[in-house]
């Protein structure tokens, strides 16, 4: 599973990683020094989520595709470009059948969640007439067309999409972050609008000095210098400064023991110079600014450490950072507070696009009380017919009534009989010889006398 956890990295490094992994330096530690418990061999380490909508369906694929041996033999012989250009793909086609069906199955019920989101979204609209086949075409991870077997095109579309949106996941979270503060900016402003001079003027007062606190902070080192990694070194690690060694500390913060720093084990380094800054305690501090923080830290360490950007820090990547004059004598950081996240034309133009959308929420609500008055008047309109029609029964039934002809049901039939007569079927039974009529050209013979002598 050592390639597994590269996950929100980059997909092709899914598939390196095996190969790279047993090339590795395997480093002797003291881990008796080491403060708190340490990752235990063989422990399951927890992946975290790509963030992904496919996230589940990539992690399945890779899990079954590590249980065939002849694929796990091609994957640490396959380089990058190998991989890219779909010719580790190709080896789907001399996986075990057993593999081969499961990930069938595992493709069948991805299509078929596709189908019951693509359903939902469409039915929240009150759509109809969905063609699932059209819209199944805007996800890219699988091959739509054949949403029964799972074929080398399909791995090959699954490495291709995983590593184009995880290489844009960053700046869509960085997009999502400046939307963020500039609907809190917004916010403010409007809630301003509606207080009375002296109520505004406490406010402005009240986030000026919110300000100013946030602000008052430790001097916080730069992510990656000699300074920030022997913090943690001390403080975290529980070893004494005096000693600090970059290999040994790179090798303690392989979590996972799979040779790389990948991105999660990176951002853990920065903990404690972010909790000179956040406290989730604390009024002034926003959290969401905090993991903000986090990912530029990251991104920061990342640009200078991984040479060849694969999106991970493996052990010569990060003794050649430690030899760099920026390790020792670094740029001072600055943090989120410190820095313009957005200009005033870019908070009129977010804001000039929220006023449009709540016009046109605006206009979807009128229309739908215009079509909820239309409805109940519709309502109204057929209860008083058929209230109406009951009034017209009713009289119509009093008339009968009233001429003697009994009221009529559903059928035309009487529903109770005058005094003296019957139904058809209920007249009673005449016996022998009595008075009941005879049908046309039959005569009645005479009854035989009783006081007859027979010879």
Known sequence: ???????????????????????AVPIDIDKTKVKGEGHVEGEKVENPDTGLYYDEYLRQVIDVLETDKHFREKLQTADIEEIKSGKLSRELDLVSHHVRTRLDELKRQEVARLRMLIKAKMDSVQDTGIDHQALLKQFEHLNHQNPDTFEPKDLDMLIKAAT????????????????????????????????????????ESKFEEMKKKHGDHPKVHHP??????????????????????????????????????????????????????????????????????????????MNEVDINKDRLVTLEEFLR????????????????????????DELKEFESHISQQE???????????KQKEELQRQHDQLQAQKQELQQVVKQMEQKKLQQGNPPAGPAGELKFQPPGEHKVGDAPQHPAGGDQPLPPGHVQEPAARTDQVHP
């Not at 790389?260 to 002034?284: G, R, S």
Request: aromatic share 8%.
């Open 164 to 203: 184009s949106d995880l290489e844009n996941y960053d700046k869509t979270r960085h997009e999502e972050f400046k939307k963020y503060e500039m609907m809190k900016e917004h916010e403010r402003r409007e809630y301003l609008k509606t207080l009375d001079e002296e109520k505004r003027q406490r406010e």
């Open 359 to 369: 016009d046109e929420l605006r206009k979807k609500a009128e229309d739908l009380q």
């Open 321 to 344: 950072a430690t030899e760099k004059k920026e390790f020792l004598e670094p740029d001072s950081w600055e943090t989120l507070d410190q820095q313009q996240l957005f200009t005033e």
């Open 1 to 23: 599973m050592k390639w597994l956890s590269v996950l929100p990295q980059q997909c092709i490094l899914l598939m390196t990683c095996l190969l790279m992994a047993l090339e």
């Open 224 to 301: 990656g210098s000699k300074d920030q990694l022997k913090e943690v070194w001390e403080e975290a690690d529980g070893l004494d400064p005096n000693e600090f060694d970059p290999k040994t500390f790179f090798k303690l913060h392989d979590v996972n023991n799979d040779g790389f720093l990948d991105e999660q084990e990176l951002e853990a380094l920065f903990t404690k110079e972010l909790e000179k800054v956040y406290d989730p305690k604390n009024e002034e501090d926003d959290m969401v600014e905090m993991e903000e923080e986090r990912l530029r830290m990251r991104e920061h360490v």
